[in-house]
């Protein structure tokens, strides 16, 4: 018998090189260089007047500011999903197709550290492309919301309100501008991009074609969108008080079994451009779901991948 | 038994196999493939054992069921003792696929190295390894080449610098001459049995049976998913009813001695007389070897 | 597609999905609930506005870019307006504010729209009977101001919709509503954050006949708590005239005119500019007429650049305004107008 010592169910080390590799993959195919038209969209925000808004005379600032928000915050959204779908759909599948996947199961590597490893690289590349697009976000929404509070006090002080009044007004609009708080809205759409790349993972353990794998996670990311109406049928009275029907009460009850909840991440994602006042603990049960929703998907994923042959 | 016959019967086998039945379901219900049927080999520490067949007769059902990638319908396989089926059974085992593909995005260095991580190499021990399996399979000038512009010999090759990386007792090749070209084929035969030197075991599949006969020690012809045959090369191969003289310059005096005494004898017959042929394969390698030679001696000589 | 999935594999999955499902629901739920108590949520969308959702309006609920939805159909909703289409600007600001509730800005142009645009587009109906046309401004006035406190309802914070408010009912080219006004200025005061507020509330109450006593108080609190309110000229003037109400209580002082102008060129040249408005606006004159006269007496000012004084009977001609740039009268040409104002 072999005295090579015995392989442990998961190693972080193991999964970790995958991750790496994973990471290394993605970053030599070049996925970075969206990141270039992105930074032009952000930077071109700063002169982008919206139509209605016609000066501080007769409009919000912070109007402005929220439009910024919004817009950034949502193409980050659009990739971050988009991202974590293809690229998950493209892994396995490419993996087995070009029998790299053989070579490395070959080796004494656990299933479970080879599902946890693509993951792990795909939730770390998402990271760093939203940490880039964040930095962008920041410095150009702070440079406009300056634009923004000098044009505010030069019109205030133009009709006549004093100096402490002018600087409430400024204080006003530097709170929409970047803040703790819309760090939050980021890192709610970081959670959605890593729940909806495990939900692709598992649909890429039993899914032999990358078209089903993508077509598929796009779908579940919408529905995913609207579980929550499924869900609140189930939970609250219908409109003008009459209770959903049976039907009714099956599918809702299926839909919210099966799909998650994103909308929970839109809202918080949301309420951070409005500056609602959204905490660390609030972070922290969303962080706490988001794993949640991983380590299901994840243990669902090794239980199928288990039982692949090749 | 054959010249295994000296082996200690109680060392563990490093392969062994045991009544191997693989089906695979078809599209329909009540339709399916018998890919391999009730097959049984057992492998020896330090042997080189080489597994024919046609195409799909079942060679590399048997082979992935060997290393883990499928799994039995019935029976069971076992390296140096250890299931199959189980992760630590692998780090006994280096494995060259048929036509491998790695992560083309990795160079050389890169991809020996990422493999011998998930063996649990790290650090300057690793990196010792990575540089020696790169000068063992000549790729020291290309470590820092990627993948993608590797052709197919040099994928070839670096396929056997992961599979050896963290110095496993057996070594399984698919195919591993397949495509090569015969320099490329006498290199990777010179490794194997390069590696039978060292004692690892060598479990390999492949149609091309003269490949085979020139390293194996003991072979297996599979067909249709049954074994049919299985034992010793020498044994399987050799006439036994006839004998071979090969003479060097012998003059045709000799000759018509040699043909008058077995005329004389009563028993035996000459079948047949002739010059020995060289294989196709020696012919090529003398002649290019040769060549290269004498074009390495011209330009020294004008040097 | 192979058939991996052998039954036992869905099963599974299913089985986990739904044990998973049933763990996370009620959690789900709980937080969804205290979302929409704190505003952080959208509140959940009717039967009808989801009927009235177009392809982009369902695209944003599903994709999660409300915010970014909203912005666009408010492009569209413009094209309405351009087109005077107000039945179809409102139901496309239905889904706006439905898509992105918490944004007071939608709640602010939709009630803008319906209550000037659309009122005043009423007004101006010559192909309806005068009474048809009261009518129906009123109601596109009332659908704006229903606007504007549905705004109210879904941001209780968002003090400028009450000034919005405020201004419709205060607005003397309208049908105002002077209680409903004064109302909508308290409110959007009552946030602190806005002085102009506090300042309109008072202004108002100098444009209502009967209050004021109320507003000369008003302002009176107002200087307390912040001097500075005296560097505006509207309310220094309003302030005086209020001031100088003969129905003021006894308890009151007499009105001094140092006590609230730098000069007495700045109080000529502000209650000057205030009897102007006060005209067209209405707002309470006192006897501010008085303190022209004299100040005019005093600062020799020629009594042709005080028409309005020379004969207290004096009408103000209809084209009064047209001509007061030509006058001697007119600001450009008076020293007395010069700087300030």
Known sequence: ?310 | MGRYAGLIMSEVPAVQVNRLVKDFRGPFRGGGIRAVDEVSLSIAPGEVYGLIGPNGSGKSTTMKAVLGLVKPTAGSCAIFGRDSSKVDSRMEVGFLPENPYFYKHLSAAETVSFYGKLCGMRGAALKARVDEMLELVGLEEARHRRLRGFSKGMLQRIGLAQALVQDPRLVVLDEPTAGVDPMGSRQIRDLILDLKGRGITVFLCSHLLEQVQEICDRVGIIHRGKMVNEGDLEDLTSIHDRTEIILQDAPPELLEQIRNLVDQANKGELVSEGHPRSSLESLFLKETIEAESKQKAVSTKQS | MKRFLKSRNILVIAIGLAVSGAIRMPVEQKLAEDYRERRIAAPKVSVETWNQMGQTGLAGTFGGLRSVMASILSLEAQDHFSNQEWYELKQDYDVITSLDPYNSFYWSHGGWHLAYNAASWARNRDDLKPIQRDTMEREYLEAGDAYYREGLRHIPDAYHLWGELGSLWSNRFKLPDYERALEAFKMAASFGKSPIYERRYVYLLAQIPGREIEGYFEARKLLEQDPSHLRLPSFRAILYALWTNPRLPLSEDRPEILKIFRSEEEAYRNLYNYRLRSEEEGYFRGSIDDTLRILANKLDVPPDWIPFLVNSRYRIPKDFRSKRNVLPHSRSGNPYFQGEE
């Open chain 1, 1 to 310: 018998m072999s005295d090579r010592p015995e392989t442990s169910f998961f190693s972080p080390r193991r999964a970790g090189i995958i991750a790496l590799s994973t990471v290394t993959q993605l970053v030599r195919m070049k996925v970075f260089y969206f990141l270039a038209p992105i930074a032009l969209l952000f930077v071109g925000l700063q002169f982008f007047d919206a139509f209605w808004y016609e000066g501080p005379e007769a409009s919000q600032p912070q109007q402005e500011l929220m439009m910024h928000k919004n817009l950034c915050l949502g193409t980050m959204m659009l990739f971050s999903s988009l991202f974590a779908i293809v690229s998950t759909a493209l892994l396995i599948p490419g993996d087995i197709e070009d029998r790299t996947l053989y070579t490395i199961l070959c080796k004494p590597v656990p299933r479970l550290d080879y599902l946890v490893g693509k993951l792990l690289g795909v939730i770390s590349v998402i990271f760093v492309a939203m940490l880039v697009m964040d930095i962008l976000m920041v410095v150009t929404l702070n440079y406009r919301t300056q634009v923004v509070s000098a044009e505010l006090g030069e019109y205030l002080g133009a009709i006549g309100w004093g100096e402490e009044e002018v600087r409430q007004g400024q204080a006003e609009v530097a709170s929409h501008g970047p803040s703790l708080i819309l760090q939050y809205g980021v890192l709610a759409h970081f959670f959605k991009a890593s729940i909806i790349a495990a939900v692709a993972l598992l649909i890429s353990t039993f899914s032999t074609s990358t078209l089903f794998t993508i077509a598929s996670s796009v779908m579940i990311w919408i529905i995913g969108a609207v579980q929550s109406l499924a869900r609140e049928g189930l939970f609250t009275k219908g409109e003008y008080g009459v209770e959903p029907g049976m039907v009714d009460r099956i599918l809702g009850t299926i839909i919210s079994l099966v799909f998650p909840d994103f909308q929970l991440f839109e809202s918080v994602s949301d309420g951070a451009a409005r500056v609602m006042e959204i905490g660390m603990f609030d972070m922290l049960h969303l962080g706490g779901l988001t794993f949640f929703y991983i380590a299901i998907y994840t243990v669902l994923s090794w239980f199928v991948f288990s039982d692949k042959e090749f």
